[in-house]
């Protein structure tokens, strides 16, 4: 996952130093019997998102779109629930969330989850240190039950923060992120939210998907367990994920006008709904910037590998192209132009791919992301696209 700073747009690259310490009990002991679980479930019935009436292990849980560049959702952790807004992000695999021990400017502007108000919570003695571009985030981690919809999750192991420094998370409307990525990418021992709604048996299918509307705030979902075929047009293309890790694929070629302008020799991409834009080569993102006619900007409250360009949508600036298993994905001027103010546009296209750097590598954010319905497959480990409606 990559947020990138643009008054608000930020950019995160995660380091995780776990110490394990000892075994913890587990929530088992906590919740005895069918009857209390059963009992947890008709009280705390959960009621923000839209739920298919033919199958109850399938939710369509709605998104918050921030200016078209952060889609985020509301989950419950604890008995009774405490709310979150976090963002679905296919580019990690933990779930985390600021707690109430975090006196830092960085959580005091959020809601903050309090371990004492959930008869359900279990500590543990795991500590945790992430390390990013915002700064130093620092916390433990503990279990809980943890709701998305009507999904429930019992005994989930997630991390709380207590020291957030940093001057950019005061600003996300949003209080911790929930990965969506593979097992191999989570903490070591750490089993990610996806799947333990496998493990559990909570859900029918082992797939999500995501609609991005960038139309309006509203509309953007995810869908656990199942897919809803009215949110695209056409057929879902299926593309084979090259390394189950992050959600990685091959992609044959990148052009403009018809001139191959990256993965000449076909390169990997990382799919990733925590990323606002797409990353590449430095070099080759300096190639697009010129085609597309955008110039390096070096104002006061932006960094100096962000390039502006005119903020009116003009046929004469061309679209970017990413051939994928053999069909063409363009991006179009609209797609890539990110408006700041009437007069002020960035290209969404940044230099410095950090992700894997031992070959060509993308990362293909909302920017690209948005434009297509999308479908991540954890059986047989394939992504497919279609248009969105």
């Not at 019992?154 to 593979?182: C, D, H, W």
């Not at 950090?354 to 497959?377: C, H, M, R």
């Amino acid at each position: 996952m990559r947020w990138l700073g643009i008054l608000g747009l930020v950019a995160l690259s995660e380091c995780i130093v776990i110490i394990p310490l000892m075994k913890m009990s587990t929530m088992q002991k906590t919740l005895k019997g069918k009857n209390l679980m059963n009992s947890f479930l008709e009280e705390h019935a959960y009621s923000l998102s839209q739920h298919s009436a033919n199958d109850q292990k399938f939710s369509i849980h709605p998104l918050s779109n921030f200016k078209n560049i952060f889609y985020f959702g509301n989950i419950s952790i604890g008995t009774p629930p405490q709310q979150f807004r976090v963002l679905f992000d296919t580019g990690s695999s933990d779930l985390w969330v600021s707690s109430v021990f975090c006196l830092d400017p960085g959580c005091g502007k959020h809601r903050l989850f309090n371990p004492r108000g959930s008869t359900t919570f279990q500590m543990t003695d795991r500590h945790m240190y992430f390390c990013n571009e915002l700064g130093q985030i620092t916390g433990f981690f503990g279990r809980d039950i943890v709701q998305i919809g009507d999904l429930v999750i019992m005994n989930q192991t997630f991390a709380l923060t207590y020291r957030q420094i940093s001057k950019i998370l005061p600003l996300l409307p949003f209080e911790g992120v929930l990965g969506l990525g593979y097992p191999s990418l989570a903490t070591t021992g750490i089993i990610p939210v996806f799947d333990s709604l496998m493990l559990q048996k909570v859900i029918s299918e082992p797939v999500f998907a995501f609609y991005l509307n960038n139309k309006k705030g509203y509309g953007s979902v995810v869908m656990l367990g199942g897919v809803d075929h009215s949110y695209y047009k056409g057929d879902l293309n299926w593309v084979p994920v090259s390394k189950s890790r992050y959600w990685q694929i091959t992609v044959d070629r990148i052009s403009v006008n018809g001139k191959v302008i990256g993965c000449s020799s076909r390169c990997q991409a990382i799919l990733d709904t925590g990323t606002a834009f797409v990353h590449g080569p430095t070099r080759l993102i300096t190639n697009i910037q010129r085609l597309i006619r955008a110039r390096p900007y070096h104002g006061c409250q932006v960094k100096d590998h962000y390039s502006s360009i005119s903020c009116r949508d003009s046929i004469e600036i061309p679209h970017v192209v990413f051939t994928i298993n053999g069909i063409d994905y363009p991006m179009r001027t609209e797609d890539y132009i990110v408006s700041i103010t009437s007069s002020l546009c960035f290209s969404a296209f940044l230099g410095g791919t950090q992700k894997v750097t031992k070959s060509e590598t993308w990362i293909l954010g909302d920017a690209f992301l948005k434009q297509y319905f999308l479908v991540f497959d954890r059986r047989n480990n394939r992504i497919g696209l279609a248009h969105a409606v």
